[in-house]
């Protein structure tokens, strides 16, 4: 079990080491007075009410996790609120390794079982994902975002800017994915005991369905979902939002000079949403302590065509500031909280991530 989590660590790390390359590279020039002058003058205001927003999705997903136990035990939200934040410190401190962390201790403490709750873990991460492709459409297509306009504005320009656009911005993407997915499944070929996992997260996901008691809980559980990463997309505005318009000037070939004003806080829910889709398919690719593919995707977004133009006119330095402290502000910020939680729980976090991390491989096996 070590030997495969420290190869797959090795993988992670080898593939990060190449996209940061890559990404470093595509910089011809990289100011790192003008990155530590970005990040220091953040808004520290703004950064407090984005840290808020994150802890409230926290209390959100408790209610959530609530409404999920309702047809088996009655519990509190009081109750549920430590695993939230211990599980979520876990995830942040070992990566992929503590994610399991939330289901047991939460199954530990009600005295259900660990298939149980990785049933309604499963049927949670649903529901994130599309609370997340509801509110992208409501924002992105409803309200008008710039994203859409771009998109528009391809399609106005004909199939042949759209091509262009698809294969400069899009198709990387694609590509990527269908790597992945095509390395997934030649893994699976090639190991039965991941297949068998593979299908035990399908089986999860079918049982899962049955902790939802009734269509009233289905609808709670939908609007939770929402207010959730409503409260999240938030969060990312206020992070934005507390880096102060700065002046720069860029010299052309012609040799005259061009002044920009890189302007993150005229960015909206619609223009954040992006961000966040680009975090949640980056973090497949995560180490310990949350660094990885989610903060290279906001990075590499925030430097694509679509932020560097006006009215952000984002540069490089300020991509990289930017992405940082979202990782700050979305990873790291709950560890004192879980900490403090893991305290008064006489829990030790180094402890139970072994221990969720055995139980469910445990069921694997049986499966």
Not at 264 to 292: A, I, R, T, Y
Not at 324 to 348: D, K
Request: hydrophobic share 50%; proline share 3%.
């Amino acid at each position: 079990m070590k030997k495969n989590h420290t190869r797959t660590i090795a993988i992670v790390v080898a593939i990060l080491a190449v996209l940061v390359y890559l990404q470093f590279r595509s910089w011809r020039s990289f100011d790192w007075a003008k990155f530590w002058k970005y990040t220091g003058g953040v808004n520290l205001w703004h950064i407090a009410a984005a840290v808020a927003l994150i802890y409230l999705s926290y209390v959100l997903r408790a209610v959530r996790w609530t409404i999920f136990l309702q047809p088996t035990k009655r519990t509190s939200i009081r109750r549920l609120l430590a695993p939230q934040f211990i599980g979520f410190s876990a995830l942040g401190l070992f990566g992929r390794a503590g994610e399991f962390v939330r289901p047991y201790l939460i199954a530990r403490k009600e005295e259900l079982t660990l298939e149980s709750q990785l049933a309604v873990w499963t049927v949670e991460r649903a529901f994130d994902l599309g609370a997340v492709l509801v509110l992208m459409f409501t924002f992105l297509v409803l309200a008008g975002g710039r994203i859409y306009h771009i998109l528009l504005d391809s399609v106005h320009h004909g199939l042949v800017g759209l091509a262009h656009r698809v294969q400069h911005h899009v198709l990387p993407a694609i590509v990527a994915i269908i790597a992945f997915l095509l390395l997934l499944r030649l893994v699976q070929h090639s190991s039965g005991k991941l297949a068998s996992t593979f299908k035990h997260r399908i089986d999860a996901f079918k049982s899962g369905f049955n902790t939802i008691q009734d269509l009233r809980a289905l609808i709670l559980v939908a609007i939770v979902s929402l207010a959730t990463w409503y409260s999240i997309a938030e969060a990312y505005i206020q992070v934005l939002h507390s880096y102060p318009p700065t002046t720069y000037t860029l010299a052309q070939p012609d040799g005259s000079v061009e002044t920009h004003t890189a302007n993150l806080g005229k960015m909206k829910l619609e223009d954040v949403l992006l961000l966040m889709g680009g975090s949640m398919f980056g973090s497949v690719l995560q180490l310990p302590g949350g660094v990885g593919g989610s903060q290279l995707a906001i990075v590499n977004l925030l430097s694509s065509s679509v932020f560097t133009v006006e009215p952000f006119n984002v540069t490089p330095e300020l991509a990289l500031s930017c992405g940082m402290m979202l990782w700050l502000v979305t990873f790291m910020t709950v560890i004192p909280a879980g900490l403090l939680f893991a305290r008064s729980e006489r829990i030790s976090l180094r402890a139970v991530e072994d221990e969720s991390e055995s139980a469910e491989e445990e069921i694997e096996e049986k499966a």
